[in-house]
């Protein structure tokens, strides 16, 4: 017996039971005991049966992560499930909460498994990338089917109690206290008796598996992995199953697992676990949050939108106010047809739709707002406008409701200063679309209230964001990055390079687009428009919005999408624009090859990175990795701009970027003492020492 697992006896049934807060990780501390209960329960003659369950919130989670990449310490999980497949008294895992990973594992090895109606089940291995290392990928599919097997080990989505009892993964879901129903159901079948068939022998649904759907489908899923090694590993796990005897692919499984774990991808995407973890923690823990019932939303453009339609996916009701009734009536109808498209593909039910509608109030009168506990304000970007929208916000708004401006640029500070609470003034920087994108730059102001900043960080959460707290700068940690890794796309275009050979730079470093499509995407009128305000040209991109082309929105860009289509179709015209321009400035074209590319755009933005750390706008490398990987498409697989500069090397990004500050004098390519400071010390964390 161990603090971490104990035994009870109900009846002749005994009950292990985990208790390893918060998430009943497998732990060596775990395991060890784990181990040593059920050899002695194996051999106890007067236990007829055996339940697995866990205390505390949650079934098993997984393995350590914490563990990966230390020595390992026996028993591992792999033993403790190949010594439950000798089990001759039946073993029956009961599940609440999420059985994930090694969790799932621990309950594959059982000879039953249980749960009650909410339990989730899955292996998220992928996401950490790696694959299941405790024999999921042989026994999931001999329960689930191959195929099924193949979506959920790729995906890494657990699914619910009610589809794994209809795939055969769960053979009982229970209502009320679901140890006692589990330990009645291990003692029936214990009563019953007759043969205990392991998972590992049940080989009926493999026999019957479609190699050649089962291929097609792998194939399919291995071309959206981009670069990523995990996914394509899951596949051949799964695949091993179903075409060799189950040792051999369990010790292929074994390999596969061991070289992933050991690989930067999955470094990168552990690293990003945990960095995501530490990003929506905040000092001082102590702070009481604010209430938060209703939400206010100004403006119902795109970003309102899309914002209201996040905190009412979260559950919240939402008053959105515009200045006309017709703009209102535009956007509640945008946000209608909205959940219809959802409603269409199958992501939302008719019923689940009208719920969410239901939670909309639209009004015109800012006194709508008096009853709302946090009020976001998503109008046009200019100060002031905003000004405006926060002075009368600020004679009706209660006592300690939060406010916050979702501003692309804006100076927060000047924002607040605007009311007359500077205190409950914070950003609330969403992305577009703001109803899917998960990135939250939380922008804590000069006054902004502690509690104000953690009751929006946990609110962020609930909604299903990812926040990262930022400080205040032109464009926060973001947009003003991106601005850094946009500086010389201009210069590259004008020195010879294409944008398509640009983006294909980006799509083959793994990112899910280039820049010059992302600017389509966006609208080029976007960066026009804040360059005009700036006294800033590009040469190029304003040209283009001179002459009508915005980009997807109007035809064309950087690109021509024929006839409403959003695939980017090279634009000989843009071709012809940038020779014509490069020879009015007397640039003779040249070849330009990768590495100048990513030595120009990627070195600058991690330039600006550490620049940030400098100032102290982002409290963390690793909340900046957070920044890039879930608003701008950085790939996890290389866990953030600043994770991925410890494998390329600070020492060449500065070298490179010295080189570049040689030849051209920009000021993009002055390395920042903190990238130095990473060169020589291997670390982001310590600060310049003056
Ligand atoms: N190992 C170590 N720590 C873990 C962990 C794990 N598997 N899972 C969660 N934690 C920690 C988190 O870091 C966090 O720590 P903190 O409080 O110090 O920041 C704490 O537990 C709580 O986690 P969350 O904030 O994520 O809690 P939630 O309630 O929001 O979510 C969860 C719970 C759904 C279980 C989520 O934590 C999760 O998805 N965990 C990871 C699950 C996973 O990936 N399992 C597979 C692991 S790999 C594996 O099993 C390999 C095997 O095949 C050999
Ligand atoms: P938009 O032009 O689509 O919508 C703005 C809406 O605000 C319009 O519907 C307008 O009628 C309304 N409005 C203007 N003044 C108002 C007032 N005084 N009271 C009530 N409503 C008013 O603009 P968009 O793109 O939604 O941008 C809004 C804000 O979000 C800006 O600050 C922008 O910088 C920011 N933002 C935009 C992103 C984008 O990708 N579009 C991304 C992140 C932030």
Redesign the pocket.
């Known amino acids: 017996m161990s603090s971490f697992v104990s035994v009870t006896k109900d009846g002749n049934v005994a009950v292990v039971t985990i208790d390893n807060p ?2 009943n ?3 060596f501390h775990v395991r060890e005991p784990l181990m040593q209960a059920l050899v002695s329960l194996r051999d106890e003659p007067s236990v007829v049966a055996i339940v697995i369950a866990c205390s505390g ?2 079934f098993v ?8 990449g230390k020595p390992v310490q026996q028993p591992e ?2 033993a403790i499930v190949a010594m439950l497949d000798t089990m001759t008294k039946p073993t029956v895992a009961a599940i609440h ?2 059985a ?4 799932l ?1 621990l309950a594959l090895g059982c000879h039953f498994r249980v749960a009650d109606a909410k339990a989730r089940l899955g ?3 992928v ?2 990338g ?5 024999g ?1 990928t042989v026994r999931l599919p001999r329960l689930v089917g191959a195929l099924k097997a193949l979506g959920m080990i790729v995906s ?1 989505t657990p699914i619910g109690a009610v589809d794994a009892l209809a795939t055969g993964l769960l053979d009982a879901v229970f209502d009320g206290d679901l140890v006692a129903q589990a330990v009645r159901f291990a003692s029936e079948i214990a009563a019953r008796g007759g043969p205990l068939t392991p998972v590992r022998d049940r080989d009926e649904r493999l026999d019957a598996a479609d190699l050649p759907a089962f291929d097609k489908h792998a194939a399919d899923l291995a071309k959206k992995a981009r670069g990523l090694e995990a996914p394509v590993a899951c596949a051949q796990a799964v695949r091993n199953a179903v075409t060799l005897p189950f040792d051999e692919a369990l010790a292929a499984e074994r390999e596969l ?1 061991l070289k992933l774990v050991a690989g930067d991808q999955s470094r990168a995407q552990r690293h990003l ?2 960095a995501e ?2 990003a ?2 905040i000092p001082g823990k102590d702070i009481t949050r604010r209430k938060i019932a209703r939400i206010g939303v100004i403006g119902a453009g795109t970003m309102g939108g899309g914002i209201a339609m996040a905190f009412a996916n979260g559950g919240f009701p939402v008053t959105l106010l515009e200045t006309s009734s017709e703009a209102l009536e535009r956007g509640l109808a945008t946000i209608d047809k909205n959940y219809a498209v959802s409603v269409a593909r199958g992501s939302l039910t008719e019923d689940a739709k009208q719920e969410r509608l239901g939670l909309f109030k639209g009004s015109i009168d800012y006194a709508d707002l008096a009853d709302c506990d946090l009020i976001v304000e998503a109008v046009f970007e200019e100060m002031a406008v905003k000004k405006d929208v926060f002075g009368k916000l600020d004679a009706v708004a209660k006592p300690g409701a939060i406010l916050a401006t979702n501003t692309s640029y804006l100076d927060v500070n000047e924002i607040a200063a605007s009311t007359s609470r500077p205190q409950d003034v914070v950003g609330l920087h969403f992305f577009s679309p703001a109803n899917v994108m998960k990135l939250l730059e939380i922008v804590r102001a000069e006054k902004t209230a502690p509690d104000a900043l953690a009751t929006v960080v946990e609110l962020a ?1 609930r909604i299903g964001k990812v926040p990262v707290v930022v400080g205040v700068c032109h464009g926060f940690v973001g947009n003003r990055m991106l601005a850094a890794r946009g500086a010389e796309s201009e210069a590259l275009l004008l020195e010879g390079a294409t944008p398509s050979q640009i983006d294909q730079v980006f799509t083959d470093f793994g990112w899910p687009m280039g820049p010059f499509q992302m600017g389509d995407l966006a609208g080029l009128d976007i960066g026009w428009r804040n360059r005009k305000a700036r006294g800033l040209t590009a040469v190029i991109a304003d040209t283009l919005c001179e002459q009508g082309h915005f980009g997807q929105k109007t035809g064309s860009g950087f690109y021509r999408y024929e006839n409403g289509s959003r695939t980017p179709a090279p634009n000989p015209e843009v071709e012809t624009l940038i020779r014509d321009k490069a020879a009015e400035k007397g640039i003779a074209p040249r070849a330009i090859g990768t590495e100048e590319i990513i030595e120009r755009t990627l070195y600058p933005l991690i330039n600006e990175g550490a620049k940030i750390l400098e100032e102290g706008i982002a409290a963390r490398a690793s909340d900046i990795d957070i920044v890039w990987v879930n608003g701008y498409g950085f790939p996890v697989g290389k866990g953030g701009p600043m994770f991925w500069t410890g494998l390329e090397g600070a020492g060449k990004i500065s070298e490179r970027l010295d080189h570049w500050h040689a030849q051209t004098g920009r000021q993009v390519f002055q390395v920042v003492p903190r990238l130095r400071r990473m060169a020589e010390t291997g670390s982001w964390d310590v600060p310049f020492a003056g």
């Open positions: 918060p998430v990780a497998l732990s919130r949650t989670a997984g393995a350590d992560i914490t563990e990966f999980l792999r909460g999420t994930l990973g090694g969790g594992e292996l998220p291995e996401k950490l790696l694959l299941p290392g405790g999921g890494g697992f676990f945990f973890r530490e929506a923690k959460r």
